[in-house]
């Protein structure tokens, strides 16, 4: 096994300081889970020098009931009414709907049916982004630092389950609040990257031209809608992200987010850093193990590098 506490091996040299971070962390103790936000904050914030744009991370918690679903919303349009939009959506589908306001993002939780509120959000508020959707994800994405993003959206003191995180340093596209990651591919599905895609374009077109509506010229949104389109297909998670090993050319890492736990996959190449921590408490991943280091038992946890062209998954992933 590597020591990937070797400065040489773990990327902390010039060489290995490009391209984006990606971290998750999945509790098995059930014990941690008020704890979920002060231990994921500080793997987040470590992987600053990989990507200084932006960042963001999605939380699983708060689980709503089989008849309802959780919108994660976003707006880059500081005249946003937030507060009419629950009753808006109430009195025009005739549904129960709450709102819980944080910053420029914003939580709604309804029980009217997922694809009509999201139609009806498209219709009466195109500025509004849906970012993810499911019974237990959040998701929360912003430009600058990965410190002032976890600041702003009161990470540290945030509970759950797991979470998954990414911070950006953009190559194939703008620095913006709707190219950040995680990106979402499913009810409680998203998906962070490490890496490129060569060939993001003639995908795009083809996704497009089977129903996927892209937000943005990012070349992970293209993967997300990849799995997207395999997941309404029937495929499983697993089966699907083996077809992406098959279609999606390039160098990356992936980790997707699900309602239970997270998936980690290389490129057949496995050219980007990538490796993983477990212990009885919990199971971690990050671009570097330093992001991982602080956590409690780290030093006795079984630490490995994932195997290129393998799918690694946790929980019901």
């Given amino acids: 096994m590597r020591c990937w506490r070797d400065a040489s091996i773990l990327g902390m040299h010039a060489g290995g300081m490009t391209m984006c971070g990606i971290v998750g962390l999945y509790l098995k103790d059930p014990t941690l889970q008020a704890s979920l936000g002060e231990l994921f904050a500080?793997?987040?914030?470590?992987?600053?020098?990989?990507?200084?744009?932006?960042?963001?991370?999605?939380?699983?918690?708060?689980?709503?009931?089989?008849h309802q679903t959780k919108f994660t919303l976003a707006s880059d349009d500081p005249d946003t009414d937030w507060k009419a939009l629950d009753t808006d959506l109430a009195r025009a589908l005739i549904c129960q709907a709450r709102l819980d306001i944080q910053g420029d993002h914003a939580v709604l939780v309804t029980d009217a049916d997922a694809f009509a509120a999201q139609a009806w959000l498209a219709e009466s508020r195109p500025r509004i982004r849906v970012v993810g959707s499911g019974r237990s994800i959040e998701i929360f994405k912003q430009t600058g630092l990965p410190k002032d993003v976890v600041e702003q959206f009161k990470l540290t003191s945030a509970h759950g389950s797991h979470a998954i995180g990414h911070t950006r340093m953009a190559t194939e596209s703008a620095v913006t609040t709707a190219g950040s990651h995680p990106f979402a591919t499913g009810?409680?599905?998203?998906?962070?990257?490490?890496?490129?895609?060569?060939?993001?374009?003639?995908?795009?077109?083809?996704?497009?031209?089977?129903?996927?509506?892209?937000?943005?010229?990012?070349?992970?949104?293209?993967?997300?809608?990849?799995?997207?389109?395999?997941?309404?297909?029937?495929?499983?998670?697993?089966?699907?992200?083996?077809?992406?090993?098959v279609e999606l050319d390039g160098f990356y890492t992936f980790c997707v987010g699900t309602a239970d736990g997270f998936a980690v996959v290389r490129d057949p190449f496995g050219c980007k850093h990538a490796v993983l921590a477990e212990t009885g408490e919990w199971v971690a991943m990050a671009t570097e193990y330093r992001a991982i280091a602080h956590l409690p038992g780290a030093d006795t946890a079984r630490i490995w590098e994932p195997e290129p062209h393998k799918i690694y998954t946790w929980g019901s992933a």
Avoid: W
């Avoid at 500080?42 to 089989?66: N, Q």
């Avoid at 070349?219 to 297909?233: C, K, Q, S």
């Fill in 187 to 245: 009810l409680d599905l998203c998906l962070v990257h490490n890496g490129s895609l060569s060939n993001h374009n003639h995908l795009r077109r083809k996704l497009e031209r089977d129903g996927i509506v892209f937000q943005t010229e990012n070349d992970t949104e293209v993967a997300a809608g990849f799995m997207t389109l395999n997941l309404r297909r029937g495929l499983s998670l697993h089966a699907a992200l083996e077809a992406g090993l």
């Fill in 42 to 66: 500080p793997m987040l914030i470590e992987m600053t020098d990989r990507g200084p744009d932006s960042a963001g991370f999605a939380i699983y918690r708060d689980p709503v009931s089989e």
